[in-house]
Each structure stands twice: as C-alpha cells, then as structure tokens.
C-alpha cells in the first residue's frame, strides 16, 4: 500500500464503511462485463468481415459473440439471489434502471447473435442470416457500452465518479477483446481489422483508462491499490503488448497472431476484473465517501458565502 | 409524480437523536413485529453498547454509540460529565428521489400511497443493483435467502392507522411518527431550543428537499456531523446523473461502431 503525499482527515463511525459492498460476485459480472464486450464487439466484427467477403474471420466472430452472450446470460443468471425468478427482469421496462434496459437489450440482441451464427453455420436462409448479422453488429455497440451505465449508476464511490470515460474504456476494452478474437481465430489473410480493431481499441483503452483514474478524483486510488492495481498493471502490459505483437509479428506468423489474441483476450478481462475489484474497494473504506462530499459541501459553503 | 401530488399527505420519521437514550427498544420492536431473523454473530464489537453495527437486511433500525471526549453542554448549567455520549437510531431514508427504487429492474422496489419505499417480496429476484445503489448503505441482501430487505416504515401498520414499531416503542419520542410537513416545522422548533439552551451543534440532517436525493422522508437531529453517526455528509442519487452517463455510453457506442467500420477501410489487397 503506497502512502499517497497527504492522507486526508476524516472522521467515521469505528472507521466503517457507508455504503454495502456490491453483492454481485466477481466472476459473475466481471466476468458478464467481459463477456458482454466481447459479443457486442464480435458481431460488429462479423458484420464488417461479412460485407467485405472475409467468411472466416465471420464465422469465427460470428460463433464466439455466440459463445460469449450465451456465457454471459448464464453468469447474469447464476448472480441473482433467486435464479428461478431471472424472468422478473422482463416484468417492466424501466429507462431509469440500466439493468432494466440491459436486459431487453440482450433479449433483442441474443436471438439475432444466435441466428447469424447459426446461419452461416448451416447455410440456412443465407439473407435472413446476414439481416440477423447486421441487427446483430448494430445492437452489439450497445451491449458493448451499455454495462459502462451499469456500473456507474450507483453510489460506488470509483465507478461513479469514472462515469464519463467508463464508456470508453469499456468499448475500447470490447474491440480489444474482439480483435483478439480474430487474431487467435481468423487466418492471417483475413485478420487484418482485427489487428486493427485491436490496435485502435488498445490504444483508447488504454488514454480512456488513463483519463478514467485521473478523473475520480480520490477514489482513483483505488485503480492503482490492492488486487485492483495489480489486475490493472497487468491488464494493461497484456494489452499493449498483444496489440503490438498483433500489428507486427501477426502479419504473418500463424502462432505469433494466436499468441497475441490470447494476451488481448486476456488483457480485456483483466481489465474488467481490475474495474470491479477497484469499485468494490472504495465501498469499503469510508474515505472515499465522506472525503469527496465534504469536500463538494465546502465548496457550497464559500459558492453560498 | 408523488402521491403528495394525489392529495395524500408524506408520512415519514422524525429521529430526534437529543433524546436518543439508547435502549434499542426500536431495533427489538422492529426485528419482533416484522419477523426479521438474526443476523447471526453473537459476538461483542468493542465499539462502545454498539454490536449490530449497521443497517441491513435483517437490521432495520440500528442505534449507533458514539463516546466523545469533550462534555457535553448542559443546560442548566450544572456539572457535566467530560465524556459525551451521542446515540442515535439509524433507518431507511425514505428518499424522495431513491436509487434503490430507480434501478430496480422488476419493479419490486415501489413508492407506496404513503411516498414510502417498499421492496415487494414476491418480486424481487435477488439482482443487488438496489444495494450498491443506496448512498447510505441501507439495503442489503439477506443470506441463504437471496433477496433484498430493507424498512418498510411498518407499511402494514401505517396502513390501519397504527404507528410504526419502532415509533410505538420508543419510551423518549427521539421516534416520532407523522406527516412529513407537520415533523419538518416540529423539528425545526427543537432545533431553535436547542440552540437557546447552547447546544449550537444541534442541526437537522435528510429534511431539505434542496438536498441530492430532495429530502428524505425519515430525516433526523443530530448533535455531530453526519459522518459522526456513520451517514453521509452529502449524499446524491446517483441517477441524477443518468441522462449524461447515457450520452456518455451513446457517445462511445458510436465510437465503437465507426472505429471498428474503419478497419474494414484498408487496401484489399492488405487485408
């Protein structure tokens, strides 16, 4: 733990904390979080790959955003409470929940996800396929940026306060992770967007991640302490060093491409995990409640005076 | 809309921990007449007459101990002891914009007649959005059980004209019950005695609805800053800020989709 140049002052009840530590489990929606980037990313991916005649990076895309949203519904699932009442979520639609819309937006976009790739499988109804596919890509920029929201609209201290760059990381996380995809699937004559994808999503990855823990004030302590820090750090050499390996040795060598997927796979989760693991941190401290609204409450005070 | 808009007055709480003697006669009427469980630690926290430490899902008042080394200002002047002691009984705000009601996605979580918020048991499915979403920490999961639980302001019991438990129970009225407006002008009298009698620190906490959650609908006097008693100094509903995380998210979105439709943009020949 490193001692920051002046710990602030504060005062709690027996130092505990003020808010409830999330109850969600970190495979579960670290791993959902994960999971949703890579399939939204995925179809975009497949669309793309489809319109311009590259069937294998397609069908790889297209079959891991299958893999991937029907992975991430088993672990949205599995995190309830009650499992068995997982349908409650489509009672209502609510634009103030991101849960809520989340849930209708997976429902729309699931089915299509599974018709494309199920499509280019067996080569049933080819056009009704690629319709699926495109519905598929379009939705999938939601998927992909939606979970951003989801985390941010809540009292946790570091999510919330991230809420205007958590987007970005987020969809440039998901590139990352889709491209990635593509490098470990697609032959090398076809994976050139994903090594593309993975550059460009690397590198907004890693200036929205940079600007993310700059922007939360002090709570972005929390991105560089603990188990956080360490999933961060390694999230991010696992990135820039997969998307450069991708971008060079990738061109041509079969191994060096699949060698650089896995590490951006790899990078994109750990980032997702280093997010969660830092939220759930600045919940249990108080200082990063009481610190940040004291201070925004002084700061009323001399707007008031 | 609130129903205040329907011509139904806000029932709510008024803590007036000045009086608070501590004897938990709330937390016990509360776990009794709602059937709440344990929560299973039998075991003494050090921290002052405290040992239930938070609000929870099986914790739905909770008397917080705090012992200050500097005395207490006494009114009428005679001796005071140099150690002061604050006590005061925690609960659900009651707010009137609620982040635990605005995320719920079933709906379990509702607005009742009374512009309380109640969690429907027999809805909720366990998701825990509502719980990271409470500014105060006040809601929580039940374990083995899986879902949320939180005060209900006795709904049951407002609802056939009786007070709440913990209200009913309290021997010092530091619980009163009532109509929200009636407990506002009421509170503010006490603090202005308050004040007459030097007690200058006394001040209310959660009744402007100029706050960042517009007032709570169970609000308090406390005698220390709010970080003191374990609450925070100024909570915000963290869907105030929805609409701009939306943009935000629309904003990257479209990143997403022209950055990865660019990389389709090179040479053929290239690919």
């Keep these: 733990m490193s001692k920051h140049r002046h710990e602030p002052t504060f005062t709690s009840y027996y130092g505990r904390p003020i808010l409830k530590e999330p109850t969600w489990e970190p495979l579960d929606i670290a791993g ?9 990313a995925s179809s975009i991916l497949a669309t793309g ?16 955003a299958l893999a991937a ?21 489509l009672r209502v639609a609510k634009p103030t929940s991101p849960m809520s819309m989340g849930s209708w937006l997976l429902t729309a976009y699931g089915p299509l996800a599974a018709a494309t790739a199920a499509s280019d499988v067996t080569g049933i109804a080819p056009s009704a396929g690629r319709a699926a596919g495109l519905g598929a890509g379009v939705l ?61 999503g690397a590198a907004l990855e890693l200036a929205a991640s940079n600007a993310m823990e700059h922007a939360a004030g002090i709570a972005g302590e929390t991105f560089h302490e603990g188990k956080a820090g360490l999933l961060l750090r390694a999230a991010k050499a696992l990135t820039a060093g997969g998307a450069l390996v991708g971008a060079t040795l990738g061109r041509r060598s079969r191994a060096a491409a699949a060698v650089s997927g896995a590490a951006l796979l790899a990078g994109s989760a750990l980032t997702r995990f280093g997010i969660f693991e830092a939220g759930r941190a600045s919940t249990l401290d ?17 707007v008031g005076a | 809309m609130t129903t205040t808009n329907l011509g139904m007055p806000r029932m709510g709480f008024f803590t007036d921990t000045s009086v608070c003697i501590g004897c938990k006669a709330c937390e016990v009427a509360c776990k009794e007449w709602n059937a709440i469980p344990s929560d299973g630690k039998l075991e003494l926290t050090g921290e002052s007459f405290d040992n239930t430490s938070s609000l929870g ?27 002061r002691w604050l006590m005061a009984s925690d609960v659900c705000k009651h707010c009137t914009h609620a982040a635990c009601l605005d995320v719920c996605p079933t709906g379990a979580l509702f607005r009742t007649e009374f512009d309380t918020v109640v969690v429907q048991q027999d809805v909720c499915n366990g998701c825990g959005y509502c719980v990271s ?29 009786q007070e709440p438990a913990c209200a009913k129970a309290c021997p010092t009225k530091s619980i009163q019950f009532g109509e929200l407006d009636e407990l506002r002008d009421r509170a503010q009298q006490r603090v202005d005695e308050l ?77």
């Design chain 1, 32 to 40: 959902y979080l994960f999971t949703g980037g890579l399939a939204g």
């Design chain 2, 195 to 271: 004040h007459a009698q030097g007690l200058h620190e006394a001040k209310l906490y959660g009744e402007s609805p100029d706050d960042g959650v517009g007032g709570n609908g169970a609000f308090f006097l406390l005698l220390d800053e709010p970080e003191t008693y374990g609450l925070p100094p100024d909570p915000v509903v963290t869907t105030r800020d929805l609409p701009q995380m939306w943009k935000h998210a629309a904003m990257a979105a479209g990143t997403l989709l022209a950055g990865l439709a660019a990389t389709f943009m090179g040479r053929r020949g290239s690919r």
């Design chain 2, 57 to 83: 899902a099986n914790t739905w008042r909770h008397v917080a101990f705090i012992e200050q080394d500097k005395p207490m200002p006494s009114p009428d002047q005679g001796n005071s002891p140099d150690v």
């Design chain 2, 133 to 161: 979403a409470c500014p105060y920490g006040v809601i929580g999961q039940r374990e083995g059980d899986g879902r949320v639980f939180k005060c209900t302001m006795c709904y049951d019991r407002i609802g056939v004209g």
């Design chain 1, 69 to 89: 949203i029907s992975v991430s519904a088993v672990a949205l699932v599995h995190d309830l409470g009650k499992p068995s009442r997982f349908y409650n979520m």
């Design chain 1, 140 to 200: 999938g920029s939601g998927v992909a940026s939606y979970t951003a929201v989801l985390i941010a609209d809540t009292a946790v201290p570091a999510w919330h306060e991230s809420r205007k760059q958590l987007p970005f990381v987020f969809v440039g996380s998901a590139a990352t992770a889709a491209g990635g995809l593509g490098l470990l699937t697609a032959p090398c004559a076809e994976a050139g967007p994903a090594r593309r994808a993975a550059l460009g």
């Design chain 1, 49 to 64: 790959a489809e319109l311009t005649g590259r069937p294998g990076l397609a069908r790889a895309t297209k079959l891991g």
């Design chain 1, 286 to 302: 108080p200082k990063y409640t009481v610190v940040p609204q004291r201070e925004r409450l002084e700061r009323k005070e001399v």
